[in-house]
């Protein structure tokens, strides 16, 4: 099963894809994730993407799209994915088609987490993330069983440099401009599934199980 997580920044992608993953026993790939630990470990990839991230901009699609598909090659994805940030931009996502469909494949579902801007502003700023195995937590709503430390992996949990209020607005700016487009690319190619992404977290996550049982 291939699927794309579509939705605003903060809108629950990285939550539910998380669970997705677990449940279906396929990868989970995140390009923030990626990107994030790149930065952390010094790469050139990591330099190149952190001026665009701290802005709240997206990486150019030069770097992103080679780095997608390269992670798709490999050989975990057979049986296949949750693509969690990616595509986002327009030529993100044909280049996508355009590389499933030479294999004669397609995405086959892409989820359209809906989650309104305000709620949005209030979720990000109570999102604790893990730096090392990137469970996201929030400190109301899905609050770690110990303060500040992940469940999984017992680290220190941080804030995202990106949370910042300032950061999320253009965040959400670069969303409605670039990414936002991706729901008529999506549901013209018959694969889009809107999910109410304002329910608390299981009841979301019941609704995404659903959609994914359809065939
Ligand atoms: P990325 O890491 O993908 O960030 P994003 O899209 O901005 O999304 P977030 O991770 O912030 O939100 P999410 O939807 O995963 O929400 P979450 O589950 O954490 O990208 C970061 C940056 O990298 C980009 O800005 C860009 O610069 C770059 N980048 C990445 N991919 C790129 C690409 N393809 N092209 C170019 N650039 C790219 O949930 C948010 C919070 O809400 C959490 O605290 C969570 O616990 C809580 N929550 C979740 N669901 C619920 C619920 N139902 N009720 C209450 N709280 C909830
Ligand atoms: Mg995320």
Redesign the pocket.
């Known amino acids: 099963m291939k699927i794309v997580m579509l939705?605003a920044?903060?809108?629950?992608?990285?939550?539910?894809a998380i669970k997705i993953a677990d449940k279906y026993d396929i990868p989970h790939i995140?390009?923030?994730?990626i990107?994030r630990a790149n930065i952390k470990g010094g790469t050139e990839l990591g330099q190149k993407?952190k001026s665009?991230?701290d802005k709240?901009?997206?990486?150019p699609d030069e770097v992103?799209i080679g780095m997608l598909l390269d992670r798709i090659a490999q050989d975990d994805c057979k049986n296949g994915y949750v693509l969690?940030?990616?595509?986002?931009?327009i030529p993100?996502a044909e280049s996508l088609t355009e590389a499933l469909k030479s294999q004669g494949d397609r995405i086959d579902f892409a989820l359209n987490?809906d989650v309104p801007d305000e709620a949005i502003i209030k979720?990000?700023s109570?999102?604790?993330a893990c730096p090392k195995c990137g469970a996201?937590?929030?400190i109301v709503?899905?609050a770690p069983k110990t303060e500040n430390i992940c469940d999984k992996c017992g680290t220190e949990l941080i804030i995202r440099s990106?949370d910042k209020p300032e950061t999320v607005k253009d965040?959400l700016n670069v969303y409605h401009q670039q990414t936002e487009p991706l729901i008529a690319y999506y549901k013209a190619a018959g694969v889009l599934r809107e999910v109410d992404?304002t329910?608390?977290?299981p009841k979301?996550f019941e609704d995404v199980v659903a959609i994914l049982s359809e065939n």
């Open positions: 939705g920044p903060g809108a629950g992608k990285g939550t539910q995140s390009t923030g994730d990107f993407a665009y991230i709240g901009e997206l990486v992103t969690d940030g990616f595509p986002r931009t993100q987490i979720r990000m109570g999102r604790r996201t937590y929030h709503y899905a990106d965040r992404g329910q608390e977290l979301v």
